[in-house]
């Protein structure tokens, strides 16, 4: 798959929540591996603040974003629905210090995105895969966010507050493609009796019944509300009961769950990468999602490149016959036993290291280890695969070594070993010669890499 930026650009107007501004913010497309950022173009060199966890700053009723003295925040609506969309690469210019609330959904940049389309770019789209279940809990709060492996990119959420209106909920999102009939318009929510503490920290200047869920679940003096109304420069309203005040009512019954998880979607956004794996979250929060995903970006800040997924008992892509009718190399010179990922750009190759191999005898008696230039040679191979499989005629030609660079061995590789080639093109072939990027796993650790230039000749 390959990245996404807009087709276009598109602007928006609105409210800010907190501030009460009048905000505008253009969303622009980006070039390959921008990721998303924020201009602030009402600062002085217009600023840029990159929306990746490692700028996260504050976390009151909101996601905050800051390099230096550079402030923006209530990102997380804009960013669930670039995440939503598969967009990859945007930077979305700002007037103010927050993001405009709008309805309080991410229905209008769901709409907007729609509307632009989307423009699909060279550079591969670089997920990042969860292999091993990982979480992080808050014991105070009682708040979890736990990822499992998975082939997709899923959230659950359940949410649970001390209120007899809104008890227990849970929302589920199996899919991205179902963001829009399924979140996007799902409404920010604030308690009636948490406005006046708000207001007095400096928060929600501009919420109102339109731009927010107001819940009533505890009966407050008729002079109370009437006071609420005017700090909040609404007309005064006589509530009888208990429930949600909002002249719309709600979308769905579960309609703060489903918000709650478009604000883990939009803050799991700054991990940098899109995820491939499937995320439950308990009494989700702002502050507990922004150390969940703080986690995992301090993983993939460390990760330079992820081992391939590898089962063994799925069936390969080319076995070692159909390598044999690509590849003139045989015994003892044959180093790939099978291909598990064939596209046009990249190839993953196995080679199942044992202590039969015929170069043990002398390197060494006492230690086999596998020669490092046998673990080059061994990804050539998997990038023979990748140029010659695509030829009409492959068995009449053969790649050559034109040239090695930046060879680094990292680790032994020894008998025993299930050695992962991992081999992509770095740029068109062009005149017959491949530019190719090669790493050697072993489990999830890379062994070897370099980068190679080979020849695609015909055979005489």
Not at 88 to 107: K, R, T, Y
Not at 204 to 214: C, E, M, P, R, T
């Amino acid at each position: 798959m390959n990245q996404l930026t807009l087709n276009a650009p598109f602007t928006v107007t609105g409210k800010g929540l907190h501030s009460g501004l009048e905000i505008t913010a253009t969303f622009q497309p980006a070039k390959e591996n921008t990721g998303y950022r924020f201009r602030r173009i009402d600062l002085e060199g217009a600023p840029e603040i990159p929306a990746l966890a490692e700028n996260i700053v504050d976390t009151t009723r909101g996601t905050v974003l800051g390099v230096n003295d550079v402030r923006v925040s209530t990102v997380e609506h804009a960013l669930a629905a670039l995440y939503a969309a598969g967009i990859d690469n945007c930077i979305i210019e700002v007037n103010a210090p927050e993001m405009p609330i709008l309805d309080g959904s991410a229905i209008i940049y769901v709409e907007k995105i729609e509307e632009v389309g989307l423009k699909e770019q060279d550079a591969d789209k670089d997920f990042y895969i969860i292999k091993q279940k990982q979480r992080i809990k808050d014991d105070e709060t009682g708040s979890m966010i736990t990822v499992y492996p998975d082939d997709n990119f899923s959230v659950q959420t359940m949410v649970e507050y001390n209120s007899p209106i809104l008890p227990n909920q849970f929302a589920s999102l199996d899919d991205l493609s179902d963001f829009k009939q399924e979140v996007a318009s799902a409404r920010t929510f604030v308690f009636v009796r948490e406005i006046e503490q708000l207001l007095d920290n400096g928060l929600i200047k501009g919420g109102d019944l339109d731009n927010a869920i107001v819940i009533y679940d505890q009966t407050i003096e008729q002079d109370k509300i009437n006071h609420l109304c005017d700090l909040m420069k609404v007309p005064h309203m006589h509530i009888d009961k208990l429930g949600y005040i909002n002249p719309k009512p709600l979308k769905w019954d579960n309609e703060p769950a489903r918000h709650k998880l478009m604000d883990v979607i939009g803050d799991l956004a700054l991990i940098g990468r899109p995820l491939k794996g499937r995320v439950v979250a308990v009494r989700p929060g702002h502050t507990i999602n922004s150390k969940f995903t703080k986690m995992l970006r301090k993983e993939v800040r460390h990760t330079e490149i992820q081992s391939p997924v590898y089962d063994p008992n799925q069936a390969p892509l080319i076995d070692v016959n159909g390598i044999r009718s690509l590849l003139p190399h045989r015994y003892p010179f044959l180093l790939i036993d099978k291909i598990i990922e064939l596209d046009r750009k990249h190839c993953v190759a196995v080679k199942n290291v044992t202590v039969n191999e015929p170069f043990f005898q002398g390197h060494f008696p006492q230690e086999p280890v596998m020669p490092g230039v046998l673990q080059v040679e061994a990804m050539a191979q998997a990038a023979g695969v990748l140029v010659l499989n695509f030829l009409e005629e492959p068995e009449k030609y053969s790649t050559y070594f034109l040239k090695i660079d930046n060879v680094k061995f990292r680790q032994k590789v020894v008998p025993g070993n299930t050695l992962l080639l991992n081999v992509s093109l770095m740029t068109p072939i062009r005149r017959g010669c491949a530019v190719v990027k090669g790493y050697a796993f072993v489990g999830e650790k890379i062994v070897c890499e370099a980068e190679f230039m080979a020849q695609i000749i015909k055979n005489k």
